[in-house]
DNA sequence: TTATGCATTATGTATGACATAATAAAAATA
DNA sequence: TATTTTTATTATGTCATACATAATGCATAA
């Protein structure tokens, strides 16, 4: 055999482990829409038997997907197919302690992307309800004399306001998942010392746009709102 | 007992499985950053031995870590506490067939919300090597006659591009993450159907503002450049 | 008809054994 | 002595078996 073809048989030599194997084939399994959400999948020893491995293989592939949040098992009914949430998984496993540096500067500006990009949705599906609650938090905004940081529970709560009016479950929960993120970055050393902590556009004046004004404003203004993180990023 | 506090009594039972505890033990063990990343666990005897469950309990709390990308293990070394990759791990069960159309539909939304939104990194970060490679992409455009529909691979080259000039990679591991489901979405029967097909902000255009532009024209263009999107969802 | 209890069944847990791969120690060779 | 080869050790990977536990459905009794 020539040296070539050994290299490429070397090259595609498979490096999987079992597990690995039987976990792409239960994957393949449901990619196939041959199993849809609600159905349940063969038990553990059957599955066992049809792919000749040892349940201990099977029970392994199975507890991968139940992580990934593609199955859930019970106690009798065996495992069934489950439509994944996917942010919900990873807010679990996202703990700032143990994402690198780099990551977690990359994730806090995640977040600044979203609250400028989610404009037109805030305009789309905003009802006169959230207008009032808005309004109700804003009326409790701190001066602007004060260090937003002793005020992050307000932050939250009008932003966090911001994301539910775009109706968007899955953005909602990103930004749950960014939240822890977010803070410890604020406060370890990660970004630059705030040199000017002053306050641009009010979350008052963000209300009023969303009232009064349109999608462009309210980026633009949003953009403003945000410039205290922005310029510890950039400056 | 009042009843009272006896149905509190019940929910707080504990329901939770033997490897739930173990898992959260673990876990716990992490955040107290009294391990690293780079630190070894204990082997998973010495696990079982201390915790007092079996090491069939042990192996899988430790998989379950190990699917989340909280620690990696090798043969004889044990296992590594390692720097999770998350959208790297969950891309990998972000499968559009499994997903619910409620989500898929939502996460259609969040590209557009990304791509509007990160206007001030590109311009913060791009590079004249960039502008370079912009144009070279847009050289190829296909003229406004056709659909775009048929020209999916020069949208993910140019938006694609815009991602990488964030610099960004959680971001790009994002898009790419949403990459199969924009266009799951795309051809599903899940949004409404195209009625008018107008080639709104190009491509070209787009470039243009990048070089002499600002970030607020570049949110403007690029939202009018995503109208045929944007229709599809609200009207 | 409605509880109650029982049998069944599939997952959860425990245990022991061996396979495999990575590492370190020991031995052999130059 | 230095370097390579062999061997032993060790921790994870896989297998097999047994029993525990909880959910389900059926049968039985009130």
Do not use: W
Request: hydrophobic share 40%.
């Amino acid at each position: 055999m020539a040296i070539n073809s050994l290299m490429e048989d070397f090259s595609s030599l498979d490096t999987s482990s079992l597990v690995d194997k039987v976990e792409a084939k239960l994957v393949q399994l449901l990619k196939d829409q041959k199993l849809n959400v609600g159905d349940s999948i063969p038990k553990e020893l059957e599955l066992a038997e049809r792919l000749g491995v040892s349940r201990t293989v099977i029970r392994e592939a199975l507890l991968r997907l139940r992580v990934m949040g593609l199955i859930e098992s019970k106690k009798k009914k065996g495992a069934v197919i489950t439509s994944p949430d996917i942010f919900g998984i990873i807010s679990k496993s996202v703990n700032p302690h143990v994402l690198d540096q780099a990551t977690l500067k990359e994730m806090f500006e995640l977040r600044l992307i979203l609250e400028i990009g989610m404009a037109d949705f805030i305009f789309q599906r905003i009802s006169p309800a959230d207008i009032k609650e808005l309004k109700k938090i804003v009326s409790k905004e701190p001066d602007a004399t004060q260090d937003y940081l002793f005020n992050i529970d307000h932050e939250i709560a009008f932003h966090g306001k911001l994301y539910e009016i775009t109706g968007n479950e899955t953005l909602k929960k990103f930004q749950r998942m960014l939240l822890p993120v977010f803070d410890y970055v604020h406060h370890s050393g990660l970004l630059k010392k705030q040199v000017s902590i002053k306050r641009y556009v009010s979350h008052k004046g963000l209300v009023d746009i969303i009232e009064n004004g349109s999608p462009e404003m309210f980026r633009n203004a949003m953009r403003n709102h945000l410039e205290n993180h922005f310029s510890r990023l950039f400056e």
